[in-house]
């Protein structure tokens, strides 16, 4: 279990650290910026984004381990052109300390998805449509622009990947005993998490986060 921890968590820092170092390299560009939010790009790359996440979940265990490595560092570099809308958008500092609390929460639902002996199976199709409907809700405010009901949102979706990250962290510890093929278990271990930490990031920053003038 705690090897396949170790390479989970590897694998989620790297991909983390593509889509930062990605997101603040678009983000001091001037032409890059033009080029994926100025035209219809952006929105290619948002389809982009979905498709590989559907990709990814549906044919993750079929893939060999080195395939599944590359489509998850794919996604993160990708996931990153859009992120560089947070260096544009707040402070740095105030992303640093953000990104402090979110690895502080992260650890702290991590380790009660680890400790807890409630299985939590069975909340995750409440969670999945909860995530659905406030990716609707997400759609909708995008023509509304209402800051209230943008807040509410954060607020929930926060809750949401709460859940989620207990309960990816009790399913690794779960298929830790299967005879699963556990590079393959791990990056997909990883994509999940990361996908929790993002979202938990993002959220925070948006209620807490420092925006420049």
């Not at 603040?24 to 910026?33: H, T």
């Not at 009660?112 to 409907?133: C, E, H, P, Q, W």
């Not at 590079?183 to 998490?193: D, K, S, Y």
């Not at 993002?198 to 986060?209: A, D, E, Q």
Request: aromatic fraction near 18%; proline fraction near 1%.
């Amino acid at each position: 279990m705690n090897q396949l921890l170790s390479k989970t968590f590897l694998w989620m820092f790297v991909g983390l650290l593509v889509t930062f170092l990605t997101g603040y390299i678009v983000s001091i560009n001037e032409n890059m910026l033009l080029s994926i939010f100025g035209g219809p790009m952006f929105w290619f790359i948002i389809i982009l984004e979905f498709a590989l996440v559907i990709f990814f979940s549906a044919r993750v265990y079929k893939m060999q381990p080195m395939t599944a490595k590359i489509c998850f560092l794919l996604y993160s570099f990708v996931s990153g052109l859009t992120f560089s809308t947070v260096f544009v958008l707040f402070e740095i500092g105030s992303v640093v300390y953000i990104f402090l609390i979110a690895a502080v929460v992260f650890a702290l639902f991590g380790l009660i998805g680890y400790f807890t002996k409630i299985d939590l199976n069975r909340f995750s199709v409440y969670l999945l449509m909860a995530l659905f409907a406030i990716i609707i809700c997400c759609i909708i405010n995008m023509f509304l622009a209402n800051s209230t009901f943008d807040l509410i949102i954060s607020i929930i979706a926060l809750l949401i990947f709460f859940g989620f990250t207990a309960y990816d962290i009790q399913k690794l510890k779960i298929l830790s005993e299967t005879g699963m093929n556990m590079e393959v278990v791990a990056i997909n271990g990883a994509f999940e998490l990361y996908l929790d930490f993002i979202n938990i990031f993002l959220h925070l920053l948006s209620i807490f986060g420092d925006s420049k003038d």
